[in-house]
């Protein structure tokens, strides 16, 4: 079970990452505008997915995991869209470079301390990467070059 649930959190980060780097391409139609002046709706709506929904998801998922060493992956604060307040964030670079360098203790704490929220967070960070994906595919339709 630890194997499975490793290889989700490893995927999903892995389509977070790919997803931005995607948005990021300065070759697409929706950043060939210089001032990315068009659709800043859906532009805060990425950016508040990438930088703040997700690393605070992942932030979760770590305390449910208990990992140690923990302290290793830089950690900042982030404002909650909602509620306003700060929030501690990892990034999700840091993050996935963490879990593919310390695979083994991933692997072992989640067999050792999996929580039962682990698969909830999980499945938060999932939903967060699909909203990501499919506003990328709302904002290249919504852009006309």
């Not at 977070?16 to 709706?41: G, I, P």
């Not at 805060?44 to 449910?64: G, N």
């Not at 140690?68 to 869209?81: F, N, W």
């Not at 879990?99 to 929220?117: A, D, V, Y």
């Amino acid at each position: 079970m630890s194997k499975q649930l490793f290889d989700q959190i490893s995927e999903t980060l892995r389509r977070a990452e790919l997803a931005n780097q995607h948005y990021r391409t300065d070759s697409l139609k929706w950043n060939l505008d210089t001032h990315k002046a068009q659709h800043q709706h859906l532009r805060a709506l990425l950016q508040e997915i990438y930088e703040v929904l997700l690393p605070m998801t992942i932030v979760s998922m770590m305390k449910s995991i208990a990992l140690p060493g923990i302290s290793d992956l830089e950690l900042h604060e982030v404002q909650h869209p909602q509620l306003k307040t700060l929030h501690k964030a990892y990034g999700v670079t840091p993050t996935l470079y963490h879990l593919q360098e310390h695979r083994q203790l991933w692997l072992q704490q989640i067999g050792k301390e999996e929580q039962p929220e682990l698969v909830h967070y999980i499945n938060d960070a999932r939903r967060y990467v699909l909203q990501f994906e499919n506003l990328l595919g709302d904002l290249e339709e919504a852009v006309i070059v």
